[in-house]
């Protein structure tokens, strides 16, 4: 069996970004696990997130029992991939506490995506129904209000992904 380093991916890119794609993508190498908020989300607090202040709560709440368990993961040699969206300061600093605590290499992976191609993907998205949260385009647009870019100051490795 060979050794790998296991490394801390996280993925920064407004909604419809092809964030979720790409976490299923890096999550198909051996030991890795996804962890995906919108699933856990779902699951846990679906019937009470109708407001983004309730996401605020709600995220914050699952990021809590997150942390630990992503610490635990990556210190037991598996490379986790958290499909939580690293789009504000705050929610990097919480991130980088996870590399920090483990030790670990990460990656932070940036989704440089137009928002005229997100909110297209978003229509098509909701359409199709096969995502947990249906969002509108003024809900897009309050969400990328609050967006900040990543940089290399923050202290994170990071790789820029472009649309095809």
């Not at 846990?44 to 996401?55: A, E, F, I, R, V």
């Not at 598996?78 to 030790?103: H, K």
Request: proline share 5%.
């Amino acid at each position: 069996m060979s050794q790998t380093t296991p490394t801390l991916h996280l993925i920064c890119g407004k909604p419809a970004a092809g964030k979720s794609t790409l976490t299923a993508r890096l999550g198909q190498q051996p030991r890795t696990v996804v962890i995906a908020e919108d699933d856990w989300l779902a699951m846990l607090y679906g019937d009470q997130m109708s407001t983004l202040s309730d996401y605020v709560r709600c995220a914050g709440r699952l990021r809590g029992i997150v942390k630990p368990h992503a610490i635990a993961l990556l210190r037991a040699g598996v490379t986790v991939v958290l499909d939580f969206p690293a789009n504000t300061l705050e929610t990097r600093r919480w991130m980088r506490g996870i590399v920090e605590a483990a030790g670990t290499a990460h990656c932070l992976h940036l989704l440089d995506v137009p928002d005229d191609i997100c909110k297209a993907r978003l229509q098509a998205r909701n359409a199709r129904g096969d995502h947990p949260f249906a969002v509108t385009e003024a809900q897009f647009d309050r969400i990328a209000k609050h967006f900040v870019t990543p940089t290399a100051d923050e202290g994170f490795n990071i790789v820029r992904h472009q649309p095809e």
